[in-house]
């Protein structure tokens, strides 16, 4: 698919009149469509939600976006909760995902009535012996070991990580759930990441299909809802074709008749999570080129590094580039475009063919909307930057400010010494 920027070279010239380079930047009109498609390829099932990623992007004007889209929040941390509270995302709209939670944070859950999916059999009693207040509807989350097998290709190893419970202590936690008080339960799993394969949700839907119609019969428990979590990726490679989200929606549908409503099912509901599918296309991280290097290879430094969008760094992971004002000129340089970390891997792109980058050119790094500015941190005091909304009517909203050396230093704020700094 060709890959083309939600921002010209005019706009951001005007826009950094106002907010300097580097910014990650959302396209509030791309947002609320993508969120209407996603409702609308699962609007055969009445229950269904979408349970926003908070993880992907943990801003609140974003969150109210999906909000008054729907959306709940899928919350895996005590500040996720609070977030999703002061937003106005409320009780049953939040589901808390955790894993090695701490007391307090389950603690806020329950107080926020949000919907807890319990990642490990032992948190049944730790829950039971911090909190206790055990509630009409909760869940589990299953892992069913071995490879996540998809057309022959094995697309991930569910037995490799960490997360939960298999079918024996699955069906454990809802026999002692059931003694507690628990009248409707949830099944929830995440087998494989960032797939770009409609297939992903319609296969991992019957696996979870099957299993809750065996532990209804086996436990006799009401299997309110169906999480089938994320991983619908998205295509950061121009040679990658997207997810149908469409034909996905059908596919679980499918599965849905097949499986369920045979077995007497068919009020189940069914959720997802699906933080990269809903932002990842539609945020950018804009830089602007400051240096340039000629060695033993052509290296263009931008304002902007690992700091601002750590995913290059972290797995290798490709995030395509456009130098704006030239998106049809002939890419016929190769750059390694580079921040400016004490650190090697600090590399947006290596041996990239690009057209010529000047110094004071723009550039576009695209998908960067889930798991960018989220990712960030502040190795070599690197400032975290802004975050702006180009909102449906065309101007430009500050939605996070840019950290100052200020904020860097606030934890020194009890020794004085930095009292003076701004």
Known sequence: MEKKPFLTLQQVQEITKTYPTPFHIYDEKAIRENARKVKKAFAWNPGYKEYFAVKATPNPRLVQILHEE????????LPELQLSDVCGVKEHDIMFSSNVTPAEDYKLA???NAIINFDDITHLDFYDKVVGDWKETMSCRFNPGGDFVLNNSIMDTPQEAKYGMTR????EAFKY???KGVKHFGIHAFLASNTVANEYYPALARILFQLAVDVQKE???HIAFINLSGGVGIPYRPSQEPNDIMAIGEGVHQAYDEVLVPAGMDDVAIYTEMGRFI?????????????????YKEYAGLDACAANLMRPAMYGAYHHITVLGKENALCDHT?????GLCENNDKFAVDRNLPQIDIGDYVYIHDTGAHGFSMGYNYNAKLRSAELLLC?????????RAETPKDYFATFDFTGLFDNIK
């Open 168 to 171: 024996e202590q699955l069906v």
């Open 219 to 221: 436990t006799g428990v």
């Open 279 to 295: 932002l990842g296309p539609y945020g950018a991280l804009v830089a602007q080129c400051i240096h340039q290097k000629h060695t």
């Open 335 to 339: 750059y390694d475009v580079t921040g």
């Open 110 to 112: 329950s107080d926020l």
């Open 70 to 77: 729907g959306f709940g929040c899928d919350c895996s941390s």
């Open 392 to 400: 449906e009517d065309g101007s430009v909203e500050m939605i996070r």
């Open 177 to 179: 759930m059931k003694q």
